[in-house]
Structures are given as C-alpha cells and as structure tokens.
C-alpha cells in the first residue's frame, strides 16, 4: 500500500509562486509519481510526472517552462514548484503513485492518490 498526502495549497495572484509536496509512505511503490490537476467541471489530468523511476521526467504543455517537479527520497517526498501562477491554474492538485503505462497507451495509470490541496490563483 501506498499512502500520499498533500499540502502546500493555498491563494496567491497571479504571477505569483507555491511549491506543494507529497508525503508518501512506502517507497517500494514509488518508483513511478506524478501530480494530477482537476479545475471545475473539467477532467482530471496529469501535468507533471516523474515515471521510471525519475529518468523520465513528464510536463504537460500548460506547464512546461513554469512548474518544476522533484524528489527528495531521503524525506520520502516529491515536490512541485509552481511559479508564475495563472488564473487558469486554479484547481484541486492531486500526488498519485505506482504508475505503469498499458501496453499500446499514451499515458500513465496510477494505483494510488492523495486527497488533493486546492490551488487557487486571482488576477
């Protein structure tokens, strides 16, 4: 079993910085991490991940160039460096682990998720 917790959330303006960092126990599960984002009405998505065990590091578009995404395994902690925060960032931020990519897909799936801290940026 692997158990993620999240926090770091919170308001800022736009333009502005947040880093929010993931807890995990059981580091034999997590060899594949990635953080995930869900605004309103929209659908989840993953927006950063560290897969094969780090040597493939994963941005989405939208956040290529603005948000870093790292590991400290002596603290059992992955990190997200989010800087020049956007309106459009605004969401529920989500740290999920033990990944694994289905033969034949474009994108990871994930057998374990934290409880989300919310991201909220005004302009």
């Known amino acids: 079993q692997l158990r993620l917790v999240e926090s770091g959330g919170g308001s800022v303006q736009g333009g502005g910085s947040l880093q929010l960092s993931c807890h995990y126990t059981?580091?034999?599960?997590?060899?594949?991490m990635g953080w995930f984002r869900q605004a309103p009405g929209k659908e989840r998505e993953e927006i950063a991940g560290?897969?094969?065990?780090?040597?493939?590091?994963y941005y989405d578009d939208s956040v290529r160039g603005r948000f870093t995404i790292s590991r400290d395994t002596t603290r059992n902690t992955m990190y997200l460096q989010m800087n020049d925060l956007r309106p459009e960032d605004t969401a529920m931020y989500y740290c999920?682990?033990?990944?694994?990519?289905?033969?034949?897909?474009?994108?990871?799936?994930?057998?374990?998720w934290g409880h989300g801290t919310q991201v909220t940026v005004s302009s």
């Open positions: 059981n580091p034999g599960y997590a060899y594949c």
């Open positions: 999920a682990g033990d990944c694994w990519r289905p033969r034949g897909a474009t994108r990871y799936s994930y057998n374990f």
């Open positions: 560290l897969h094969d065990g780090g040597g493939s590091i």
